[in-house]
């Protein structure tokens, strides 16, 4: 990877912009290219042999954009390591927040390097896509259901390996939306020695409840892990969260209330949320009242 420093690279990865998205995705050549081009640092893989294999570029207000990879070498991890690239250009631009226009497809790649999806699809160039924004070293506010789900979705896809939810109920309508649910059968089945440990502060509302978080629990028992909190002092606890062994949280100071505090990049304050989550979980009880359901 490197950025592009003369007309050389320039114009090779104009060649391959237009290779995929102009001949393969049927994108009007005349929207491919447009002014932010001048203005933008873009950055190029090139092989073994000096061909260009990826591509993309991000603007002066942190929009990342136009990022390609030759269809022969998709698959290689070569899109995350182009966008590692753009973010460490942003990073060296001093660009904290930066954001993207992702094609629906390629979600997955951006929620895993701490991208939040916002707002309604829209399409762009004839193809669907959803605005996505990253917050480097800060936080930001969860204001309803729709950006709770979006941020879950984030912090689930950007771990590693450790996620702990403290939470009173499984929060209905978050942990049984059908993208959330996706996101944990996704990680919990491609994470080597992932984990999901789940501290309830009602197990007894879940278990008349049921929610298709505990059937894939059951599903993947050596993954998910429920405890109950039992200390007077721990059920007393009024909050919720969700942490992630990547940097990321969303923290809700009434666990009744859908709003709070978020981030995918702020390492510090996540260790804090683990390390106050492991006394807790150390001290409570195992749902064995889950197992017994069959569900």
Same mark, same amino acid.
């Given at each position: 990877?490197?950025?592009?420093?003369?007309?050389?690279?320039?114009?090779?990865?104009?060649?391959?912009?237009?290779?995929?998205?102009?001949?393969?995705?049927?994108?009007?050549?005349?929207?491919?290219?447009?002014? +932010?081009?001048?203005?933008?640092?873009?950055?190029?893989?090139?092989?073994?042999?000096?061909?260009?294999?990826?591509?993309?570029?991000?603007?002066?207000?942190?929009?990342?954009? %136009?990022?390609?990879?030759?269809?022969?070498?998709?698959?290689?991890?070569?899109?995350?390591?182009?966008? %590692?690239?753009?973010?460490?250009?942003?990073?060296?631009?001093?660009?904290?927040?930066?954001?993207?226009?992702?094609?629906?497809?390629?979600?997955?790649?951006?929620?895993?390097?701490?991208?939040?999806?916002?707002?309604?699809?829209?399409?762009?160039?004839?193809?669907?896509?959803?605005?996505?924004?990253?917050?480097?070293?800060?936080?930001?506010?969860?204001?309803?259901?729709?950006?709770?789900?979006?941020?879950?979705?984030?912090?689930?896809?950007?771990?590693?390996?450790?996620?702990?939810?403290?939470?009173?109920?499984?929060?209905?309508?978050? +942990?049984?939306?059908?993208?959330?649910?996706?996101?944990?059968?996704?990680?919990?089945?491609?994470?080597?020695?992932?984990?999901?440990?789940?501290?309830?502060?009602?197990?007894?509302?879940?278990?008349?409840?049921?929610?298709?978080?505990?059937?894939?629990?059951?599903?993947?028992?050596?993954?998910?892990?429920?405890?109950?909190?039992?200390?007077?002092?721990?059920?007393?606890?009024?909050?919720?969260?969700?942490?992630?062994?990547?940097?990321?949280?969303?923290?809700?100071?009434?666990?009744?209330?859908?709003?709070?505090?978020?981030?995918?990049?702020?390492?510090?304050?996540?260790?804090?949320?683990?390390?106050?989550?492991?006394?807790?979980?150390?001290?409570?009880?195992?749902?064995?009242?889950?197992?017994?359901?069959?569900?």
């Amino acid at each position: 990877m490197r950025l592009v420093a003369d007309a050389q690279d320039l114009a090779a990865a104009y060649a391959l912009r237009t290779c995929v998205f102009v001949e393969e995705q049927g994108v009007p050549a005349e929207l491919e290219r447009d002014a +932010f081009d001048a203005l933008s640092r873009h950055v190029l893989a090139v092989d073994a042999e000096g061909d260009a294999v990826a591509t993309g570029r991000i603007a002066p207000d942190g929009r990342i954009g %136009r990022l390609a990879v030759r269809a022969d070498r998709r698959g290689r991890g070569i899109g995350e390591a182009m966008l %590692r690239a753009l973010l460490d250009a942003a990073r060296d631009a001093g660009l904290a927040t930066t954001y993207l226009h992702a094609q629906l497809q390629a979600m997955q790649l951006y929620a895993r390097a701490g991208f939040v999806a916002e707002g309604p699809r829209f399409e762009e160039a004839g193809i669907l896509h959803r605005t996505m924004r990253r917050h480097a070293g800060s936080a930001f506010a969860v204001d309803d259901m729709e950006a709770a789900v979006d941020t879950t979705v984030t912090l689930i896809a950007s771990a590693r390996r450790r996620l702990w939810l403290r939470t009173r109920d499984l929060d209905p309508g978050l +942990f049984d939306h059908p993208d959330v649910l996706a996101a944990l059968r996704g990680f919990s089945t491609s994470a080597r020695g992932a984990s999901v440990r789940i501290l309830l502060q009602d197990p007894a509302t879940v278990q008349r409840r049921g929610t298709p978080l505990l059937a894939l629990a059951q599903r993947l028992p050596s993954v998910f892990e429920l405890r109950a909190a039992v200390d007077p002092v721990d059920r007393e606890f009024a909050g919720a969260f969700l942490v992630n062994d990547a940097g990321g949280f969303h923290v809700r100071t009434l666990g009744n209330r859908i709003d709070g505090e978020a981030a995918t990049d702020l390492s510090g304050r996540a260790r804090q949320l683990a390390q106050q989550f492991a006394p807790v979980w150390e001290r409570s009880r195992a749902c064995s009242e889950f197992r017994a359901l069959g569900i």
